[in-house]
């Protein structure tokens, strides 16, 4: 029995030992300390820059920012000392839940998402603004009342401001044909989708294959998010509405309904119908996936599609390392029959993240200082410009980007950062080809840049429509919804509303691609009828609309437009 | 050849058979990184057209001077070797002396205890509650956090365990005859007996270390922290980033020139970056595995 308990003393004694270790080691270099890293304002001397913390929710921010001349010019004009922490994309979710629950905030807190006002991390801005902000005030005018909050009335953050017309750089979604194809077919107005129709009829008859693989004469890619932007949104924009994602507003009651069961919609499926039928439409477009999709397009194979360009400017720059410029895209409006006016590119003002000051904020006033620096006339040159002489020359009364800048960003994708030049764009400014108050563009990412950038073929195609960019063939002008864009509205989660929009998609990713490739019309009807019927009685999608209606009402009070 | 065992028709065709299905695995399990390995010399313009399958067709640097160029890089891989080798062995260290109490029978709380950090792999109190631990223990910001929450793995600790379940116990027994205590036991019997199951835990361990990023992630602010993973997922969701900023679109229209990567190039290149080192010292550690078992043992 003595041997046995000494034995078990024993064991113990190892357990204990390891105890041991673990408080050695965390005595051993404890040097870290826990908490938030602001060392608060230094009110006595004014000439010290105040200290702030800021965390921005975002990928883009390379790190090299802080050491660039724009960053450090900042810094010294405004009179701080921002400690900048970027988050990157992935685990972002997680960090915010700690942040929430450990209650430890910066400062400042950039691209903030709605939970950081539930948690009540954020102070209201409006005493702040009204106060120290008049750069704030000024620039923004009565769009203020766009950014406050649902629920209690109180604005929290500042974003980029988009109350002033705005010409197109690059268009988004819209029509985008192959310059091949407009040569071969002797460059044809585009106004509608049956010109669309005859134009692929007449390139195809003659032209079949590139490289040894059939071409796709009409590009879809309907898995997974791709349904959206191949199948919705160019539905949307054929039949004159603007960004509603899902929904489709009535302009005069704005009651909504899905817009997968309207009629504009069920005529858009038919002319992918007519594609179908006419041999045009690739038959695994509702499976193709986004890889799958972009190699399609990058070896010349679509030649035509409703699509986001931005999204395929990658593929463009392979097409045309590959020596085939031909096979780039050319961007038009589409309608779907004449009489609808394209509102493709008509933005409107949703601002859903921005920049806010937290309760763990030392020295609020400092931070408003700040913002309000941002977008003053001075601080919008600065941070999308740079520094007059460095960066840029003023010629004729205008800013001119120097051509070895140019020459340098044009080549290397790290010189934004490293320069601190027009990198942090979401930020409260002005930027992109809106004009400033001394007239001149607030940013050198403008329509002058673009044209500059185009190769000649572009350049070619675009005499023959007569304009310098294609942003010209565009109207900007048309209605702007007074609710903003409808997917802005965010729906509550784990809702009925959610989950009925949730069973819809699901619905929709299974029948549409059916619907489309009915051979008669008969089928095509009683598909369609299905379809409308099952997202009605099985998803319950009039749970979604319900919801919607009432958050657009919500929100149109809220913005001043109904009382 | 003299001993060989005259072999028939059946055991030709079950060996031809047995070679083919294996080959056929190996080629499956080998091509996809192969082709990885293509991707990430292969110029990422050209990549984006498909088709490039067994050798670049396009061959380039440029992806992996995207990684190497990052100023962080020097210190992100010094922590992340650093981690790696003092983490696995302070972890090995750990499990295997714990694996030795809890696999002794006369130990009066084995049972309970076992339990205890059995419990321990199907519960856990989630990020949250981790966090305000690790806060508590003011290891926030501390290179410790890499090391200390990762000393110990139930799962790690369970197999150490029931192999040194399995060594003779009369071996101990022996020992303590010629008057050896627990700790010489531990140190001279059970854990050179036990290498084979401490080289697959060290290995285990030291991948799992070499992987993790998202404790730098959620427990580090400081950048002389950073970890070589942290880093590679920057740069990937960088990346990904910059194909929806409206400013990056300028360097793409003007002909390509600017374009160095996509995403899908750097998460090759990065894959390749990210496995190369922890995959080199694989052959170190592989004899263990062979040999272990025959070591030792005790005689009829």
Redesign the interface.
């Known amino acids: 029995m003595h041997r046995g308990k000494k034995r078990k003393i024993a064991g113990v004694l190892a357990l204990s030992l390891m105890t041991a270790v673990f408080t050695a080691c965390s005595n051993g270099g404890g040097n870290g300390e826990a908490g938030s890293t602001s060392k608060g304002a230094n009110e006595s001397a004014a000439s010290k820059p105040t200290h702030l913390s800021m965390f921005t929710f975002t990928e883009e921010v390379q790190s090299s920012l802080t050491d660039s001349p724009v960053w450090k010019k900042l810094m010294e004009k405004t009179n701080v000392d921002i400690d900048l922490q970027t988050i990157s994309g992935a685990g972002a979710d997680e960090k915010r839940s700690v942040m929430i629950a450990s209650g430890e905030y910066p400062d400042i807190l950039d691209r903030i998402d709605e939970r950081f006002i539930d948690a009540g991390a954020l102070i209201p801005l409006d005493d702040l603004i009204e106060e120290y902000g008049p750069n704030i005030k000024k620039a923004w005018g009565d769009s203020l009342n766009k950014l406050r909050n649902p629920k209690d009335n109180k604005i929290y953050f500042l974003p980029s401001p988009k109350n002033r017309p705005e010409e197109i750089v690059e268009p988004g979604g819209t029509l985008l044909v192959q310059y091949d194809v407009l040569e071969k077919t002797g460059y044809p107005k585009l106004k509608t989708l049956d010109d669309v129709y005859n134009m692929l009829k007449q390139y195809t008859a003659e032209n079949k294959q590139i490289d040894g693989k059939p071409f796709i004469p009409w590009g879809l890619w309907a898995d997974s998010w791709g349904y959206n932007q191949t199948v919705n949104n160019p539905a949307l924009w054929a039949y004159g509405f603007t960004d509603d994602s899902d929904a489709y507003v009535d302009q005069k009651t704005f009651d909504v309904t899905y817009f997968n069961t309207t009629d504009s919609f069920k005529n858009y499926l038919k002319f992918l119908n007519k594609l179908y039928k006419g041999g045009l439409l690739d038959k695994n477009g509702f499976i193709t996936k986004y890889d799958e999709f972009n190699s399609q397009v990058a070896s010349g194979r679509v030649l035509a599609m409703i699509y986001n360009a931005g999204l395929i400017s990658e593929d463009e720059a392979a097409l045309r390392q590959a020596g085939m410029p031909e096979r780039a895209y050319a961007r038009f409006p589409i309608v779907a029959e004449e009489g609808i006016q394209d509102r493709s590119q008509v933005y409107s003002e949703s601002y859903d993240t921005g920049m806010g000051i937290t309760i763990k904020a030392k020295d609020p006033v400092a931070a408003i200082k700040f913002m309000d620096y941002l977008l003053s006339e001075e601080g919008n040159v600065l941070l999308n410009w740079g520094i007059e002489g460095v960066h840029y020359d003023i010629v004729d009364g205008k800013r001119v980007q120097k051509p070895e800048v140019t020459k340098e960003w044009n080549s290397d994708p790290a010189y934004r950062w490293q320069q601190g030049v027009n990198s942090l764009t979401w930020w409260p400014q002005y930027n992109g080809a809106i004009k400033l108050d001394d007239g001149d563009y607030a940013s050198p990412f403008n329509t002058d840049a673009i044209y500059a950038s185009y190769d000649d073929q572009t350049k070619k195609v675009l005499q023959q429509y007569g304009v310098k960019y294609w942003g010209q063939l565009f109207d900007t002008t048309g209605t702007r919804t007074p609710y903003g864009f409808a997917w802005t509205i965010p729906i509550e989660s784990g809702s009925k509303a959610e989950l009925a929009s949730a069973k819809a998609n699901e619905l929709r990713h299974i029948m549409v691609g059916d619907i489309v490739m009915s051979g008669d019309d008969a089928t095509f009807d009683a598909k369609w009828n299905d379809f409308v019927d099952k997202l009605r009685n099985e998803s319950k999608i009039g749970d979604w609309e319900k919801a919607m209606s009432e958050a657009i009402q919500t929100r149109l009070k809220l913005w001043g437009v109904t009382q | 050849m003299i001993n060989r065992i005259r072999r028939n028709k059946g055991d030709r065709v079950f060996d031809g058979i047995n070679a083919l299905l294996l080959l056929i695995v190996g080629v499956v399990t080998l091509y996809p990184f192969w082709n990885i390995l293509v991707l990430s010399f292969n ?1 990422a ?2 990549t ?4 490039v399958y067994l050798w670049p067709r396009s061959f380039t640097l440029d992806n992996f001077k995207m990684i190497f ?1 990052l ?2 890089l020097a210190t992100a891989f010094g922590n992340s070797f650093l981690r790696t080798i003092i983490g696995s062995l ?1 972890s090995v260290g ?1 499990t295997a ?2 694996a ?2 809890i696999s ?1 029978r ?3 709380f084995q049972k309970l205890l076992q339990r205890l950090f059995v419990i321990t792999m199907y519960v856990s109190g989630g ?2 509650p981790i ?2 631990v690790i ?1 508590g ?9 890499y ?2 929450p990762m ?1 110990l793995q139930p799962f790690y600790l369970l197999i150490a365990r029931s192999y040194m379940d399995g060594l003779p116990a009369s071996l101990q027994e022996s020992a ?1 005859i010629d008057g050896a ?3 010489i036991i ?1 140190a001279k019997i059970i854990f050179p007996l036990s290498m084979p199951i401490i080289a697959t835990i060290l290995l285990f361990v030291a991948v799992d270390q070499w992987n993790a990023w ?1 404790d730098t ?2 427990y580090t ?3 002389k922290l950073t970890t070589l993973q942290y880093e590679l ?2 740069i ?3 990346s ?21 990567s ?1 995403p ?1 190039s750097i998460r090759m290149a990065i894959t390749i970056v990210a496995t190369i080192p922890i995959v080199v010292v694989y052959p170190f550690v592989q004899k263990y595995f062979v040999h272990g078992m025959t070591l030792g043992a005790v005689k009829g």
């Open positions: 110029n313009l050209d984006l057209r498909g088709g160029d100023p962080q302070l750990s002396m714990l030795y109490v002794r006369d130990f009066l990020l949250i966090y305000f806060k223990l003011g290891l926030l910001d501390n290179f410790l956090v090391l200390i000393l303590q205590n627990d700790f531990f998202f992630f959620i602010a400081n950048e997922v920057k990937l969701s960088q990904t980033a910059s194909v929806k900023n409206d400013a990056d679109l300028r360097n793409k229209l003007a002909g390509g020139a600017g374009v160095v996509t899908q």
